[in-house]
């Protein structure tokens, strides 16, 4: 590993590379290179305003992969961000050849990320009131509802994927690069993803991926909320009925769980 820096920004990478192109668009004042999909990302000002930049082509430090396979995965992704729409989702402008790679460029979006791997983020959200959580549920739930209304299964989609503004109370989803257009069967065994938000399926080669597979997403997104790791009582901000809907949507048995995304919103509106 190393460490390279652009306007000023200190960042890893797994091999030196030249950055340079990213002064077409504008003054870099973030980066994000802890993603191990091969991908790393800026924040950058543009003429325009902020903008994310999403880029694959370059030796990142937490990818093993080869960056040509990098970038044609992102290459693969763009009709993924043609078809799924919905208010939450980050603001797709454009994609494009540049840099001896393969960029996505996105309006940028303000909020902290609910993903684990930033600490200080994470632990914020984790602390805001029940009221804050249940609007960032709800908005998740209405997402992946839109998303199976799209023809797509959310893969690899946790609380990375996920960021709440403190100050107008958006959420806002920023990652959907591994979803896939239905039907889809696990051909891979353990499949993409963060662990704990994975269904046994999503293990099992030759099974079905499905809306039922985002039910135990949406299930095990609800724990991440409103529990503690451990998915303890203590931590638990809502009655027990909410609990067990949970425990349902998340039941290792895929024919025990709801059959779907809207009945299992109509089950948490409903409390029952």
């Given at each position: 590993?190393?460490?390279?820096?652009?306007?000023?920004i200190?960042?890893?990478?797994?091999a030196?590379?030249?950055?340079?192109?990213l002064?077409?668009y504008g003054?870099?004042?973030?980066?994000?290179d802890?993603?191990?999909?091969?991908?790393?990302?800026?924040?950058?000002?543009?003429?325009?305003g902020?903008?994310?930049?999403?880029f694959?082509?370059?030796p990142?430090?937490?990818?093993?992969?080869?960056?040509?396979?990098?970038?044609?995965r992102?290459?693969?992704?763009?009709?993924?961000?043609?078809?799924?729409?919905h208010?939450?989702?980050?603001?797709?402008?454009?994609?494009?050849e540049?840099?001896?790679?393969?960029?996505?460029?996105?309006k940028?979006?303000d909020?902290?990320?609910?993903g684990?791997?930033?600490?200080?983020?994470?632990?914020?959200?984790?602390?805001?009131?029940?009221?804050?959580?249940?609007s960032?549920?709800?908005?998740?739930?209405?997402f992946?509802?839109?998303?199976?209304?799209?023809?797509?299964?959310?893969?690899?989609?946790?609380?990375?994927?996920?960021m709440?503004d403190?100050?107008?109370?958006?959420?806002?989803?920023?990652?959907?690069?591994?979803?896939?257009?239905?039907?889809y069967?696990?051909?891979?065994?353990?499949?993409?993803?963060?662990?704990?938000?994975m269904?046994?399926?999503?293990?099992?080669?030759?099974?079905?991926?499905?809306?039922?597979?985002?039910?135990?997403t949406?299930?095990?997104?609800?724990?991440?909320?409103?529990?503690?790791?451990?998915?303890?009582?203590?931590?638990?901000?809502?009655?027990?009925?909410?609990?067990?809907?949970?425990?349902?949507?998340?039941?290792?048995?895929?024919e025990?769980?709801?059959?779907?995304?809207s009945?299992?919103k109509?089950?948490?509106?409903?409390?029952?």
């Amino acid at each position: 590993m190393i460490f390279q820096y652009i306007d000023g920004i200190k960042f890893k990478m797994g091999a030196e590379f030249d950055f340079s192109f990213l002064k077409k668009y504008g003054t870099v004042f973030k980066v994000f290179d802890d993603q191990d999909s091969g991908n790393i990302c800026f924040g950058i000002n543009s003429l325009e305003g902020k903008i994310f930049v999403k880029f694959a082509g370059a030796p990142t430090a937490e990818y093993e992969g080869n960056t040509d396979e990098a970038v044609a995965r992102l290459k693969a992704t763009l009709p993924i961000y043609e078809a799924v729409k919905h208010d939450s989702l980050i603001k797709f402008i454009k994609a494009e050849e540049v840099g001896n790679g393969y960029a996505f460029v996105f309006k940028w979006a303000d909020g902290k990320c609910m993903g684990r791997m930033y600490e200080d983020d994470h632990r914020y959200i984790m602390a805001l009131p029940v009221e804050d959580k249940l609007s960032i549920f709800d908005t998740v739930i209405s997402f992946l509802q839109s998303v199976h209304n799209s023809g797509y299964v959310a893969v690899d989609f946790y609380d990375g994927s996920i960021m709440y503004d403190e100050n107008t109370h958006n959420t806002t989803i920023c990652d959907i690069d591994f979803f896939q257009r239905k039907p889809y069967i696990n051909n891979m065994g353990r499949m993409w993803g963060s662990a704990r938000f994975m269904s046994p399926e999503e293990y099992e080669l030759g099974a079905l991926i499905d809306e039922v597979t985002n039910v135990f997403t949406l299930g095990q997104m609800g724990f991440s909320l409103f529990t503690d790791s451990n998915r303890e009582f203590e931590a638990w901000p809502l009655s027990n009925k909410f609990y067990r809907i949970l425990e349902k949507a998340t039941d290792p048995d895929r024919e025990k769980r709801y059959e779907s995304i809207s009945e299992f919103k109509e089950a948490w509106e409903n409390g029952s």
